[in-house]
């Protein structure tokens, strides 16, 4: 995307956390619906006073609002409304998500901080479909397909007369495909950043990281084409896992069903390093939790609840010779490390 001219002039909105710059776009779209009450107002304050960040994040906005139009004050529902609201004949049954998304590529993805340097994957803010951290999801296709969407991930659905596709844009889904009910049946395929997966009656997870996408099939197969590579696709069968780059395929190697245990809300380690552990349970948390060395090779072994990870970590405590020492930052920010029982 092309930086507009005025985009140069605004603050930088690099370094803003992705959740903050999202919950500051749902507050202007909560404080454009008119009248907004008075108690709204004094929340929208309350939150932009309790951090920082909260404060740039507005701040962003109100640089871009200033820029598209005169504004005689900040917190008011018409100029909201005329600057950044969908046109006059745009129906005004326009989804929430599908305001959020225009207002995400106009305020925060418009220029070259986030967009070149990925700080927000504003793609992934403009999915059809996205979860927040600690959020799980489940869709149900028009096809029947069903589809579980892990924490922190995003999609796009696109189904034509030619295939049934599913893009990864973050995170992690798990797919149950179902029968097309078209009268020739379309391939169904999961596309992430670096390449294709195609099932053959499968239930089957997709989980795309920074370097590359883990597939870990359940039932039926998959076949898989990196999005740069030169050979035939690698088959992929039940209970089996494989992960793949935009050029090559690792060869498959077993695979156990609780891989997708998240469904359910559970983590399952095996003996699993506990600096492993906690690295996967952050992936569930907005407050950070970090190990200490000192234990961070201990064994985990158990089936942990996703939605309450206080709970998990005072599991941990029972179970090793570990406790959790709180941080609280004066924004109010929780952090939680994990060291040994005894100094």
Not at 236 to 253: C, L, Y
Not at 302 to 311: A, C, M, N, T, W
Request: charged share 25%.
């Amino acid at each position: 995307m092309v930086a507009s001219s005025w985009y140069d002039h605004t603050a930088d909105a690099g370094s803003i956390p992705v959740h903050v710059a999202e919950r500051a776009l749902e507050w202007l779209l909560d404080l454009q619906e008119a009248p907004a009450s008075p108690e709204l107002i004094e929340a929208f304050r309350r939150w932009r006073a309790e951090h920082p960040d909260h404060a740039r994040a507005w701040q962003r906005i109100e640089s871009v609002r200033s820029q598209l139009a005169p504004l005689a004050s900040p917190v008011t529902a018409d100029v909201a409304r005329a600057t950044l609201a969908p046109p006059p004949t745009t129906p005004r049954t326009l989804p929430r998500r599908r305001a959020l998304k225009t207002l995400a590529v106009v305020t925060f993805a418009g220029g070259l901080t986030w967009a070149a340097q990925d700080r927000l994957p504003w793609r992934a803010w403009s999915a059809d479909y996205r979860t927040g951290v600690g959020e799980r999801r489940t869709l149900v296709l028009e096809d029947g397909t069903r589809l579980q969407m892990n924490t922190a991930s995003a999609v796009d659905i696109h189904f034509d007369a030619q295939a049934r596709r599913v893009r990864l844009l973050a995170g992690e889904i798990l797919i149950t495909t179902a029968k097309d009910p078209q009268p020739v049946a379309r391939p169904f395929f999961v596309e992430s950043a670096h390449g294709t997966a195609r099932a053959l009656g499968t239930r089957y997870a997709v989980r795309q990281r920074a370097d590359d996408t883990e597939v870990s099939v359940f039932q039926g197969a998959v076949e898989i084409r990196p999005r740069d590579g030169a050979g035939p696709p690698r088959l992929v069968e039940s209970g089996f896992g494989a992960s793949f780059t935009v050029r090559d395929v690792t060869a498959p190697a077993p695979v156990e069903v609780s891989r997708a245990a998240w469904a359910e809300g559970f983590i399952v380690a095996r003996s699993m390093r506990l600096d492993q552990f906690v690295d996967e349970l952050n992936r569930y948390s907005r407050e950070p939790v970090t190990c200490d060395p000192a234990v961070a090779a201990l064994r985990v072994s158990g089936s942990f609840p996703l939605d309450d990870v206080r709970k998990v970590l005072s599991a941990l405590s029972t179970t090793l010779d570990v406790r959790t020492e709180v941080t609280t930052r004066l924004w109010g920010q929780t952090s939680r490390r994990i060291v040994p029982a005894r100094p």
